[in-house]
């Protein structure tokens, strides 16, 4: 089992700034994918980014540019730093985690809310 716990979300303006992190415990950090996905009110979940357990980085095209994932595999956490918000980032953020090349993520944080006012 692995357990995610999302902090760092809040309330900024557009073009402002923000980091994201997830801490992870249970397993061992180094061996999991970790990804970001973000669902807004009324609208389906939706990938952000993630980085795998070797470091390589895959994201949407909206966030290229302006949103950068890293891991720190000393500290079990992942971060979301996010840059030139834009009104339509607001939603909730989960972090995501699963084992190396698995297809699927089956571990899931409550998420935290991000909102950027205009």
């Known amino acids: 089992q692995v357990q995610l716990v999302e902090s760092g979300g809040g309330l900024v303006q557009a073009g402002g700034s923000m980091r994201l992190s997830c801490a992870a415990s249970?397993?061992?950090?180094?061996?999991?994918?970790m990804g970001w996905f973000r669902q807004a009110p009324g609208k389906e979940r939706e990938f952000v980014a993630a980085i795998d357990w070797s470091g390589s980085i895959s994201q949407s095209d909206f966030v290229k540019g302006r949103f950068t994932i890293s891991r720190h595999n000393g500290k079990n956490t992942v971060y979301l730093q996010m840059n030139n918000l834009k009104p339509e980032d607001t939603a909730l953020y989960y972090c995501a985690a699963r084992y190396a090349g698995a297809l699927d993520y089956p571990y899931w944080g409550q998420g935290t809310q991000v909102t950027v006012s205009s």
């Open positions: 249970g397993q061992i950090f180094s061996s999991y994918d």
